[in-house]
């Protein structure tokens, strides 16, 4: 999660960018890779299904638009997801010729999530991109994750559970809780911190949390938002001005005893 505090050399950090063609949409792809170039380039853009089947077929004109190679993966057995196996193999032969900063892991597959796990081993900067369905450990194995539906003015469905209803999408953590809890930790002796260290906190202890959840575009207009929340501007030594925020007592005292 990037916040206004943030300063960061995202354009020349090179990403490999895997696709599950299966569990995504592609109706988002230019979202999708908006939302990556926040983070770095993309540097290997790969969507991994079986391109002969029909149900894939709309993925085909977002592959030209933007230059994403398409990886024949057949499904030799049915019931078995070979794409998994192919952009696993991928990713390892990636993450072994050494010149990529990071991964962005585009599924919403629990199966992937020894793969991110693998990664940030290595020294990998892991990044999921999938539905609100996505299960929980393969969320908490990326270093920070982002909802399709974030991505996108218009909601996307549910995906079916394994009887065939509609799974309700997980609630977005308590904001109040989470936010003093971040900024308590992170604080000096004074009461204050620096917005970019609460970020840090926040993707460390919950990557998927984004301050779109909450009707904010970026972590500095949330927390202007927040009544129990003390906000200021810091001028740094180069001009610019970085952001801190502080509790406000009844706040911070409910913070500590909580």
Request: proline share 5%; with cysteine; charged share 25%.
């Amino acid at each position: 999660m990037r916040n206004d505090a943030e300063v960061t050399s995202a354009d020349a950090k090179r990403l490999a960018v895997l696709i599950d063609s299966d569990n995504t949409t592609a109706s988002l792809t230019t979202e999708l890779l908006e939302e990556i170039a926040k983070y770095g380039t993309p540097t290997v853009k790969r969507a991994y299904g079986d391109w002969t089947t029909q149900h894939l077929v709309a993925w085909k004109d977002e592959l030209h638009r933007h230059a994403i190679q398409p990886v024949q993966q057949f499904a030799y057995t049915r019931g078995k997801n070979s794409t998994d196996s192919a952009l696993i193999i991928d990713a390892m032969d990636l993450l072994y010729a050494g010149n990529l900063a990071g991964f962005v892991i585009v599924s919403s597959d629990s199966d992937f999530t020894r793969l991110a796990t693998r990664l940030r081993e290595s020294g990998m900067t892991v990044y999921g991109i999938g539905r609100r369905s996505t299960p929980e450990a393969f969320v908490s194995a990326c270093d920070q994750f982002i909802y399709l539906d974030l991505l996108s003015q218009a909601p996307q469905p549910a995906a079916p559970t394994a009887s065939g209803d509609q799974e309700s999408p997980p609630r977005p953590p308590n904001l109040k809780r989470v936010l003093s809890t971040a900024i308590s930790s992170t604080s000096k002796d004074d009461g204050w911190s620096n917005l970019a260290e609460v970020g840090s906190y926040l993707s460390k202890t919950h990557a998927a949390f984004d301050p779109r959840d909450y009707g904010h575009a970026k972590l500095g207009g949330l927390v202007r938002a927040q009544s129990d929340v003390e906000v200021k501007d810091v001028p740094g030594p180069t001009g610019e001005s970085a952001l801190w925020v502080r509790l406000k007592p009844t706040a911070a005292k409910r913070a500590k005893t909580g």
